[in-house]
């Protein structure tokens, strides 16, 4: 009826308006989040396959804001990076992840990797590359124990530009992952024209690899090139034994996962990494 087509109507609307006031309200309370202090840091265990052993984490933002509760970071990235505080955000993220990990251990035999997301609204920033060098330098933290992790996003900018500070960001001694593997459309051409370190499978293909034919054959398929390439192959996402067992299988690298941790805060990680000395 025509009473309930306006009911309905005013419902989507209304849903809408919440939607939209969340978005703004998440925009004006982010511009000051850094400097109240609300932003923090987690920690994603990277497991090696072959020993299952803890070998490196991944530094993930969080956001837990009075009101408005926990914010994940699918809500608030994209509207840091429309807003530009993106570099003030990662740059937060970048230096606290390295103060905690060096905190944790030195930079000697075994200490733990730490990877990092980059946006890529920001790495053609020009001080972004001094930046990373400075808070590696001043933290004392070495170069080559971080990854930076990129999407394919990063190419909205063209390969010309994206190219030579690739190759300067590898000069220094920063790893490079292409994060999210397999979801843009031309994955392939880029692992034979830049000096990645790492590929990071999507967590959509393992989602439903045990389930589809295509996507085993995809995840098996990325996991050999990738090896073929000597790249470090990461399977992300990963919730049980079986997926588990098949990507060991495959010969992928490194998984990270609920099946072995959910993002931790630093005290969790500190405990575990005393629990895996002893
Ligand atoms: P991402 O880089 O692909 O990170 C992996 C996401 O998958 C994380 O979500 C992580 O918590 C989640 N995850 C890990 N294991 C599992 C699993 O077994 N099952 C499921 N269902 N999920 C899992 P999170 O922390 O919400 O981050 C979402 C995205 O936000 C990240 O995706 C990354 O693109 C972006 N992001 C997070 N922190 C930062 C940051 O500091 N800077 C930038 N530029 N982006 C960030
Ligand atoms: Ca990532
Ligand atoms: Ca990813
Ligand atoms: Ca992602």
Redesign the pocket.
């Known amino acids: 009826s025509k009473a309930d087509k306006k009911g309905q109507y005013l419902f989507y609307n209304n849903l809408i308006s919440v939607q939209i006031m969340r978005k703004m309200e998440i925009q004006h309370e982010l511009a000051r989040a850094l400097e109240r202090g609300e932003l923090s840091?987690?920690y994603?265990p990277q497991m090696s396959m072959r020993e299952e052993k803890l070998v490196g984490v991944?530094?993930?933002?969080?956001w837990f804001h009075p009101s408005l509760g926990n914010v994940?970071?699918?809500e608030f990235?994209s509207v840091?990076?429309e807003s530009g505080m993106?570099h003030d955000?990662?740059l937060f993220?970048?230096r606290r992840a390295c103060e905690d990990l060096y905190a944790l251990s030195s930079n000697g035999e075994g200490a733990l990797k730490l990877s990092?997301?980059?946006?890529p609204v920001?790495l053609t920033e020009p001080e972004f590359f001094c930046d990373l060098v400075d808070i590696c330098t001043s933290v004392g933290i070495a170069p080559e124990r971080i990854t930076l992790?990129i999407?394919e996003n990063v190419f909205i900018h063209g390969f010309d530009i994206v190219k030579p500070l690739f190759a300067k960001l590898r000069q220094q001694g920063f790893g490079l992952s292409l994060?999210?593997f397999g979801t843009g459309y031309s994955s392939l051409s880029y692992i034979n024209s830049l000096p990645l370190t790492e590929i990071?499978i999507?967590?959509s293909f393992?989602?439903k690899f045990l389930d589809f034919y295509q996507s085993d054959m995809l995840v098996r398929m990325i996991v050999g090139i990738g090896r073929l390439c000597g790249l470090v192959v990461v399977a992300?996402?990963?919730?049980t034994k079986s997926q588990l067992d098949k990507l060991l299988n495959y010969d992928c690298d490194l998984v990270?996962?609920?099946?072995f941790d959910?993002?931790l805060t630093i005290e969790q990680l500190s405990e575990k990494v005393e629990l895996c000395k002893e």
């Open positions: 840091v987690h994603q991944e530094a993930l933002a969080r994940f970071p699918d990235i840091a990076e993106i955000l990662d993220v970048f990092v997301n980059i946006s920001q992790e999407t994060d999210d990071k999507d967590r393992i989602n992300e996402g990963v919730e990270q996962g609920y099946y959910r993002p």
